[in-house]
């Protein structure tokens, strides 16, 4: 098997959407947030065409033309590696325009998963090149990046050659019951009207949006674990406050 070359700091790595474009303004912001955090370690970002676009299905592009932004980032000399924009329901439509000729000429690094293992089998097994079930490009935004992160970049840097379990995983928060659902319309307004901004941001994100915690930390650029401590507290302050109210009534 062929193990392309390990990437290093001056390197630029290529984003693409192979499957779903991102047009939601949060997840952009999260995108953003991750480009700037790989610039700060000292790489340079390309990012094609599509991945900011949508069309009704909530495909980026065309298969004709994600296949064609994908090659000409396998083809790119300056391109150390790519990174898929998100996952999606598509990707097979690229696949025939693929060129798996110029990944054997031209082996990198290829890094994504859902939608993308579609691509990653075929890199491993057609073309015989190794490739990383592994972050979207978006997993980068948060500040500092959890282990898992971190790892799913040392793999692409040489650093992390076995990956192993970890002791926990993130909860689906977004779909936790919680206790806020029992609270009175009328209540709950007045409640985050007097919630402050940095607690009220991370509720908002999480409740109207359905932003895990991961998602929440890249959008903001904070830490998982001040995310976690956020959502928490803010949650908290509603409660007292709306118990408060109900004694006084």
Not at 142 to 151: G, R
Request: proline content about 2%; charged content about 25%.
């Amino acid at each position: 098997m062929i193990f392309p070359k390990y990437i290093k700091k001056g390197d630029t790595i290529g984003v693409t959407a192979t499957s779903s474009g991102i047009v939601n303004e949060l997840k952009q912001k999260r995108i953003k947030n991750a480009i700037k955090n790989f610039e700060n370690r000292g790489y340079n970002v390309k990012v094609t065409d599509n991945v900011y676009t949508s069309d009704w299905r909530g495909c980026s592009s065309t298969g004709k033309e994600r296949g064609e932004q994908f090659n000409e980032l396998v083809k790119n000399k300056d391109v150390s590696c790519i990174f898929s924009v998100a996952g999606g329901d598509y990707l097979m439509e690229m696949l025939e325009y693929v060129d798996f000729e110029s990944i054997k000429n031209n082996p990198k690094w290829f890094q994504g998963f859902s939608d993308n293992t579609t691509l990653i089998y075929p890199i491993v097994t057609k073309c015989d090149v190794a490739a990383v079930y592994g972050c979207h490009i978006s997993d980068f935004g948060m500040k500092p990046w959890q282990k898992p992160v971190e790892n799913a970049l040392g793999v692409l840097e040489g650093t992390v050659k076995k990956q192993e379990s970890f002791d926990f995983y993130e909860s689906d928060i977004k779909n936790e019951e919680t206790a806020l659902s029992n609270i009175g319309v009328e209540r709950l307004k007045q409640a985050l009207r007097r919630l402050p901004k940095e607690y009220y941001d991370v509720l908002m994100l999480n409740v109207k949006f359905g932003c895990s915690l991961s998602e929440m930390s890249g959008i903001l650029g904070i830490s998982y674990q001040a995310v976690r401590y956020k959502l928490r507290k803010a949650r908290s302050i509603l409660l007292k406050e709306t118990e408060v109210k109900n004694e006084q009534h």
